[in-house]
């Protein structure tokens, strides 16, 4: 079990190339079909005050054209130096319909992290939050400012019972099976106190699927929710987060208040999300 196909989303941002050498090395490892999808805006202003086409929008089209060519040549450089088998396309960002057909193709999205309060990223913040609730994929989001590694040795699991929780979980059987060590955290609130999650069920599906896997529970949080994750996973050196996006679950309130925008916000290791 693996990801024979995985597309990776590539822009005109300054860490567009760094999404790319890791999907390159991640194709590389699980021997993946590799589809590139450069994305980018239309012009702000396409007509002038007499509905021609302003003199503006055919610059930023040009801009556009000559942009994506180059990431196409840079892209298909780097692709074949990895020896991997490729395609390519290019979307704007407002076909999302479009980019979601193509990506429901695929076994994986790769995606870049927003850069905090820079301008120069193409994509803007909602397009993958719209995209992750409706792809019907796990999505592995990737730090903008960190090289990370294609293969993950200690893998955090947020586990809370919920449906999203258990997508994720099963998406991420063939990162979860090759790790060394897979810890699964369950945070409790007081709701939770008369529904037990069902850590022996979750613990037991891993075992049979032959993970390696320790599980934690946090029945008191010290501090925010995101923050606390992030804690345990520098304490525990993981270099990857498991996790359902934009859930709902009764079971556990740690998923509630935009923990999902949250950890995609103060990320520092790839997560992988599913919904």
């Known amino acids: 079990m693996t990801y024979p196909s995985v597309v990776v989303f ?4 300054e860490s567009s190339k760094h999404r790319l050498d890791f999907a390159l090395r991640f194709a590389a490892l699980h021997q993946s079909h590799l589809t590139g999808i450069h994305l980018s805006y239309g012009a702000l202003l396409p007509f002038d005050p007499y509905g021609q086409v302003s003199g503006v929008a055919l610059e930023w089209e040009l801009e556009v054209e000559k942009k994506q060519k180059e990431s ?8 074949k130096s990895a020896d991997i088998n490729f395609d390519w396309t290019c979307f704007r960002d407002t076909d999302m319909e ?3 057909t193509r990506a429901r193709v695929a076994d994986l999205a790769i995606v870049g ?7 120069d990223d193409e994509i803007n913040r909602s397009f993958f939050s719209h995209f992750t609730i409706n792809v019907g994929k796990p999505v592995l989001f990737v730090p903008y400012n960190q090289v990370v590694q294609s293969q993950f040795a200690k893998v955090v699991v947020a586990w809370n019972g919920g449906r999203e929780s258990a997508r994720a979980i099963t998406d991420a059987l063939p990162l979860l099976k090759a790790a060394r060590i897979v810890s699964v955290m369950t945070i409790v609130s007081k709701k939770d106190q008369s529904d037990e999650l069902p850590d022996v069920d979750i613990a037991a599906f ?17 501090s925010e929710a995101a ?4 804690s345990r996973i520098d304490l525990k050196s993981a270099d990857l ?25 103060k990320m520092i290791v790839p997560v992988l999300m599913s919904h």
């Open 10 to 13: 590539l822009d005109n941002s």
């Open 72 to 79: 196409k040549e840079y892209f298909t450089q780097q692709a």
């Open 98 to 100: 479009q980019v979601l």
């Open 113 to 119: 992290q927003m850069a905090t309060g820079n301008n």
């Open 206 to 222: 891993l075992a049979r699927h032959k993970v390696n896997v320790e599980m934690e529970k946090i029945e008191k949080l010290p």
């Open 227 to 230: 923050d606390f994750i992030l």
């Open 241 to 265: 987060l498991v996790m359902g996006a934009f859930g709902r679950t009764r079971f556990s309130e740690f998923i509630l208040g935009g923990m999902t925008r949250s950890m995609l916000k």
